[in-house]
């Protein structure tokens, strides 16, 4: 396809790299926000999300002229052919996906758009949204079209421009057709589908994928019921092709801005079609008990009472590589811990500043000063090149609790301290590993 003229509405992470990465396949395009302190950053390359790859793409879109931001969605779509709505779809009262951010776009540059401009949902939106927007439009002229996005924080920039398929859907199939086409360099499969299909596409995967996380998390635990090893179990498992040997490690729950919300939604959406998804209900529920096992590990490596222990904290970020804490299990663990008593000093490499519950501190070791425990919460690289003999002698107690099966035990071993993990064997001699 020849270059597009396209307008991004919203520039968080989704519209950020939807916006730099179809610049850098060769499109105009125009990013939209409301946020005039943001947008002049931007204007001038400074991208403030962790996101690998982002700033330089910014970068060289800014220097190419097709990259360009502003304020005032009105003005910027009057000549767009697509527009793409990258705006939040928080969790809103009862676990439903709030609209209000949608529907008010949709509201505001209804009557300027150009006839045959695309409108195009990014955002997760419940199934029937492109149909609502179509209705509160109320133009035969404007396709609209859902083109859910599957990127993971962390690698968003990889992931748009390496997509293992790209889902378009709409009740006008030329239209879906022509923004499947903007990704034409892509190469990747490209699925066309009704409007209502797209939209469920991406819930299904989330949720898919939440599932498989419970599952993974409910076995590691009966691995350290039945003396089993969850690391030679998910191995066994992953050889499958048709289960796949990603999303296979256990951890303190998985959380972050997509799963969580996902998960309710589709309850919500199940609900109102009449259909009540227990084994959805049931992951939901498997998510809450793993966090209370990691608190009941953490207990017991406290010696059974978390009254006045200290409890230094690696990682607070909902996984590595980003640093953003929505719906993290690590906080969620952290306000357990802290209800419960346990003083709590915390680092992550990404994250700074006053968090209510533990001190923040900006180095590893400090963590380490006279804590009887030390937990793994996030599975940052770095934690496993810490010196290991040096944390060991900082601490007061012995015990280190690895959420993540990050850490090599022997190494743990041989600097003095013992090593629990998730679904495997306790190490408390060399031997034994
Ligand atoms: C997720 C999906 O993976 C993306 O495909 C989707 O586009 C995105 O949501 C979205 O809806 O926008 P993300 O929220 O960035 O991406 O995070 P994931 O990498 O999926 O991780 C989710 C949680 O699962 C994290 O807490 C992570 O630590 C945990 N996890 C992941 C595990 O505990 N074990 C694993 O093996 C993998």
């Given amino acids: 396809m020849s270059s597009a003229r396209i307008v991004v509405i919203g520039t968080g992470y989704v519209g950020l790299t939807t916006g730099a990465c179809l610049a850098g396949l060769g499109h105009r395009v125009t990013c939209v926000d ?18 690998p790859g982002l700033a330089e793409l910014v970068g060289r879109g800014l220097t190419s002229g097709r990259l360009t931001f502003v304020v005032g969605a009105r003005a910027a779509v ?40 695309a409108l195009i949902t990014k955002s997760t939106v419940p199934v029937g949204t492109s149909r609502r927007i179509a209705d509160l439009l109320g133009r035969g ?3 609209v079209v859902s083109n859910p996005e599957f990127l ?31 990704y034409a360099d892509l190469a990747a499969p490209t699925v066309v589908a009704d409007a209502a299909s797209a939209e469920l596409v991406k819930y299904a995967a989330n949720c898919f994928l939440a599932m498989k996380l419970s599952y993974v998390n409910a076995i590691a635990e009966l691995c350290e019921r039945l003396g089993a090893d969850i690391t030679s179990v998910t191995e066994g498992m992953g050889h499958d092709r048709r289960i796949g040997r990603a999303f296979l490690k256990p951890g303190p729950g998985w959380g972050g801005s997509c799963l969580p919300k996902d998960t309710h939604a589709l309850l919500r959406i199940a609900e109102a079609a009449g259909y009540e998804f227990g084994m959805l209900t049931s992951a939901i529920d498997e998510n809450l008990a793993q966090r209370d096992r990691i608190v009941a590990k953490i207990a017991g490596a406290a010696g059974g009472n978390l009254a006045g222990a200290r409890i230094g904290v690696l990682g607070l970020a909902f996984k590595a590589g980003t640093n953003d804490l929505r719906d993290s299990p690590a906080l969620s663990v952290c306000s357990v811990l802290s209800a419960m008593g346990a003083e709590l000093t915390a680092y992550d490499p990404a994250v700074g500043g006053e968090i209510a519950g533990m001190t923040v501190v900006d180095d590893p070791y400090q963590v380490a ?12 690289d770095e934690f496993r090149k810490l010196d290991w003999s040096y944390l060991a002698e900082l601490m007061h107690g012995d015990a280190v609790v690895d959420t993540r099966n990050l850490l090599e ?18 190490a408390r001699e060399r031997v034994a590993l």
């Fill in 152 to 182: 993971r924080e962390g690698t968003a920039v990889a992931d748009f421009l390496g997509p293992d398929r790209i889902v378009v859907g709409s009740d006008d199939r030329a239209a879906a057709e022509w923004v499947g086409g903007l």
């Fill in 34 to 51: 409301v946020d005039e302190a943001k947008v002049a950053r931007l204007a001038a390359g400074r991208v403030d999300i962790l996101e």
């Fill in 369 to 380: 000063k006279g804590a009887d425990v030390l937990v793994v919460l996030t599975e940052w």
């Fill in 141 to 143: 002229d404007i396709p």
């Fill in 409 to 426: 035990p022997g190494v743990i071993l041989d600097a003095g301290l013992s090593w629990l993990g998730i679904g495997r064997p306790r």
């Fill in 78 to 117: 009057s000549d767009a052919e697509g527009v793409f709505l990258c705006v939040p779809t928080p969790m809103g009262a009862g676990g439903a996906a709030d609209l209000r951010a949608v529907e008010a776009v949709a509201a505001e540059i209804g009557d300027v758009l150009p006839p045959g401009c």
